[in-house]
T-cell receptor
Framework: RKEVEQDPGPFNVPEGATVAFNCTYS??????FFWYRQDCRKEPKLLMS???SGNEDGRFTAQLNRASQYISLLIRDSKLSDSATYLC?????????FGRGTSLIVHP | SAVISQKPSRDICQRGTSLTIQCQVD?????MFWYRQQPGQSLTLIAT?????????ESGFVIDKFPISRPNLTFSTLTVSNMSPEDSSIYLC?????????????FGSGTRLTVV
């Protein structure tokens, strides 16, 4: 089993839709969790950290499920500009392991 | 958060040659990381660049192939040596962003390498 796994997608959704991605991890001792956004031919940029209690930033909600060892990212009211690849990162020590990313395409 | 200047942004190189990638950070950071990202793949950590000591390499990566320098707390270089087409990839440097409420890792803009 890979350390960090994501469904590569693509997820193809209309504007205004709600979409959710999951990311599973194998190391139960993992302590830090992140979601990154990567646009085509660009570097990954931190979207949000994921806290144990879950956290929200505008239209984006991140949650952690330690029992089932996954994190999730929920995007509400999708915008065309949300089209990108979303990478999860899971850290056991201080260096995170990245998933392959999930591609999201938001269409009009 | 830290700002990283990475160069070159892209290069096309002949096999057998070497390319040195530079990353300059606008603040002092303890550790810098070098990643490789092949098309459709996740980020793979090559090594951790430590100031004042040798870099720490991940499994599958060796110093002879990917020598790293870290002369001070704001700068690092990664050299891709004796290149082959299999080295064609995007190479990224990264630093940890500390002290912010939403801490994480910041990346340089990447170097897109094509070996012909």
């Amino acid at each position: 089993r890979k350390e960090v796994e994501q469904d590569p997608g693509p997820f193809n959704v209309p504007e205004g839709a709600t979409v959710a991605f999951n990311c599973t991890y194998s190391n139960s001792a993992s302590q830090s969790f992140f979601w990154y956004r990567q646009d085509c031919r660009k570097e990954p940029k931190l979207l949000m950290s994921v806290y144990s209690s879950g956290n929200e930033d505008g239209r984006f909600t991140a949650q952690l499920n330690r029992a089932s060892q996954y994190i999730s990212l929920l995007i509400r009211d999708s915008k065309l500009s949300d089209s990108a690849t979303y990478l999860c990162a899971v850290g056991g020590g201080y260096i995170p392991t990245f998933g392959r990313g999930t591609s999201l395409i938001v269409h009009p | 958060s830290a700002v990283i200047s990475q160069k070159p942004s892209r290069d096309i190189c002949q096999r057998g040659t070497s390319l040195t990638i530079q990353c300059q950070v606008d603040s002092q950071v303890t550790m810098m990381f070098w990643y490789r990202q092949q098309p459709g793949q996740s980020l793979t950590l090559i090594a951790t660049a430590n100031q004042g000591s040798e870099a720490t390499y991940e499994s599958g990566f060796v110093i002879d192939k990917f020598p790293i320098s870290r002369p001070n707390l704001t700068f690092s270089t990664l050299t891709v040596s004796n290149m082959s087409p299999e080295d064609s990839s995007i190479y990224l440097c990264s630093v940890e962003v500390e002290g912010a409420a939403n801490y994480g890792y910041t990346f340089g803009s990447g170097t897109r390498l094509t070996v012909v």
